[in-house]
């Protein structure tokens, strides 16, 4: 018996959708499999693991170069006088030729022996490995910090994001961040052809509140491979509360994202009179520990950004890929700042907890010169060290995009700043909402500094 057009119709679309869920299916499983198969990476040097299993067996190590006689005295007293005498390279050499005078004799004595100039292990000195766990049993106890299981030391947070996207990722996956965002991110992300997705984070213009959309992130996070994360935020200074950070935690759990938390500006948060802002990473959330790795380092805690002394804590799966980028990409951190760097995580709370004051208070300065020059300065950031803000009724800067009003600010007004187009991608480079509206300050320098850069922003006209 024929069947009528209606139902023919009706019998036709039910075949034809239930071929479009088989093929959704299909490329869902697929999509899935792609995503789970562990990223092809390098296995760690053998040069290095015969200097670790010689130190293991008490062999005499002839196996990798490196030499255990020290470095000529005079390189030794230049870096001594930079550390000690940073001020300029004058200063650092007028330290250098004091110590010299004062430890020529030992350093010269024949037949001295060295170890903290050459290789260390590649995975980070132990002592330096252990005290980070420490920290971390400190200010997250509910975070795997184990000195072999856990922890890679890294040549800085740079390194420490260019590792875990290379061990954690493959070219052609995608990587979703917030904008704005670090410049490194989608940086990285090209280097290793690997696709950024931008989520944009939107201040309100009453009450200065930077917030996203949920359905934005989803479907950022769709068919994504990797989130960075970033809290206290570069540059916005928002700190995400527990409630985003859930909501974040639960859609990386629901469609299987792994993340990497950017967690540099951890100790700077600042107290409001109605609330005193804290530091969660995206670790301790519910179902993120073993997908989620912590990057941080010395550089913006220990106001040792020249040093490159960071790490990854990362679960114990994800550790041996890590590690084996690392060592394949740049050996270790310098062996004689990974020791220095001991005593300072050392410091433990009461050095870490007393960061914040200062920069509150340079903070509070430089934002009430900045609104006094017309810039729009809606809510104080809540962590971090930035300010970031609009320009556009800045009188002298009327008109301009924000590189133009960069140069206008370096070349006529004496002071330097960042283009916000800088922190964001594709069209929202250029929208007047987003990156063509603002510009970012950095209030990370001395008192005296910030008021000379203040009293030059008092001087721009009033008027256009």
């Known amino acids: ?16 959708l239930a071929g479009a869920a088989a093929a959704y299916v299909l490329s ?91 290789y260390s292990i590649p995975c980070g000195y132990p002592p330096l490995r252990a005290q980070i766990s420490a920290h971390y049993a400190d200010y997250m106890p509910s975070v795997p910090a184990d000195p072999e299981e856990n922890i890679t030391v890294v040549l800085g947070a740079t390194e420490g994001f260019a590792v ?34 931008a989520v944009t984070l939107r201040e309100c213009q009453l009450s200065g509140e930077w917030s996203y959309e949920l359905c934005e992130l989803r479907a950022a996070l769709r068919g994504a491979r990797l989130l960075l994360f970033n809290s206290p935020h570069n540059p916005t ?43 969660y990473s995206l670790a301790t959330r519910a179902g993120m520990l073993e997908r989620t790795c912590i990057v941080n380092a010395v550089s913006k805690s220990a106001s040792a950004t020249g040093w490159r002394i960071g790490w990854v804590i990362s679960p114990k799966h994800l550790t041996p890929a890590i590690r084996a980028c690392h060592d394949q990409l740049v050996v270790q951190a310098p062996t004689p700042l990974q020791f220095g760097a001991v005593t300072t995580l050392a410091l433990g709370r009461k050095y870490f907890d007393a960061i914040a004051p200062d920069y509150q208070a340079k903070r ?35 008109g301009l995009s924000p590189t133009q009003a960069v140069m206008c600010m370096i070349e ?20 007047p909402e987003t990156g063509g509206r603002y510009l970012r300050f950095a209030f990370v320098r001395s008192h005296d500094l910030l008021q000379a850069a203040i009293t030059r922003l008092k001087a721009m006209p009033a008027t256009a």
Not at 82 to 93: F, I, N, R, T, V
């Open 28 to 118: 869902e499983w697929r999509r899935r499999g792609r995503r789970r198969r562990s990223p092809r990476v390098p296995a760690e040097s053998t040069i290095r693991l015969m200097t670790r299993l010689a130190m293991q067996h008490g062999a005499i190590n002839l196996s990798q170069g490196f030499p255990n006689e020290p470095p000529p005295a005079v390189m030794l007293c230049s870096a001594a006088g930079a550390l000690l005498a940073g001020e300029s390279a004058e200063s650092a050499a007028a330290m250098a030729t004091r110590l010299d005078l004062m430890l020529r004799e030992n350093l010269d004595r024949p037949g001295r022996r060295d170890v903290l100039n050459q």
């Open 237 to 279: 200074g928002k700190v995400f509360n527990r409630v985003e950070l859930d909501e974040i935690a639960a859609l990386c759990v629901e469609l299987d994202v792994m993340v990497v938390t950017d967690e540099i500006y951890q100790f700077i948060l600042f107290e409001e009179p109605a609330v005193k802002h804290r530091h």
């Open 364 to 398: 509070d300065v430089l934002a009430a010169a900045l609104r006094a020059a017309h810039f729009d300065v809606l809510a104080l950031p809540q962590g971090a060290y930035y300010l970031f803000v609009g320009f556009l009724n800045v009188p002298a800067l009327k």
């Open 1 to 16: 018996m024929p069947l009528s057009s209606g139902t023919a119709f009706s019998a036709g679309l039910a075949v034809g």
């Open 412 to 431: 006529e007004h004496g002071v330097a700043c960042v283009p916000g187009d800088n922190f964001y991608l594709g069209k929202s480079k250029t929208d």
């Open 164 to 197: 875990t996207l290379r061990a954690l990722c493959e070219p052609g996956d995608a990587v979703v961040f917030f904008e704005p965002f670090h410049e490194l991110y989608p940086s990285q992300c090209v280097i290793w052809g690997m696709q950024p997705r």
